[in-house]
């Protein structure tokens, strides 16, 4: 069993940045393939960004240019820093980490834009 943990949503004003975490514990011993995604109310889940084993990373065309995806596999964190933040930014924010077939998910952060 693997477990995420996210932190570091919140509200920020229009324009500001934040950097979430998520850090992974239990069976795992690196990261290696995994991403964000959202969800904001009414609406689907949907994925931000994310990395391939491969070491290829590919992102939403709503957040090009404005946040980027890394991770720490010493530490097991998977990172996302968003700047230029927009109030449709507005979502609960959910790390993913994809290992032997299986999907993780962590609880989710908030992360409010204010116009």
């Known amino acids: 069993q693997v477990q995420l943990v996210e932190s570091g949503g919140g509200l920020v004003q229009a324009g500001g940045s934040l950097r979430l975490s998520c850090a992974a514990s239990g069976s795992i011993f690196s990261i290696n393939a995994g991403g964000w995604y959202r969800q904001a109310p009414g609406n689907q889940r949907e994925l931000v960004a994310a990395?391939?084993?491969?070491?290829?990373?590919n992102s939403a065309d709503s957040v090009k240019g404005r946040f980027t995806i890394s991770r720490d596999n010493a530490k097991k964190m998977v990172y996302l820093q968003m700047n230029s933040l927009k109030p449709e930014d507005t979502a609960v924010y959910y790390c993913?980490?994809?290992?032997?077939?299986?999907?993780?998910w962590g609880q989710g952060t908030q992360v409010t834009g204010s116009s």
């Open positions: 990395f391939t084993s491969g070491g290829r990373t």
């Open positions: 993913n980490v994809y290992l032997d077939h299986h999907n993780y």
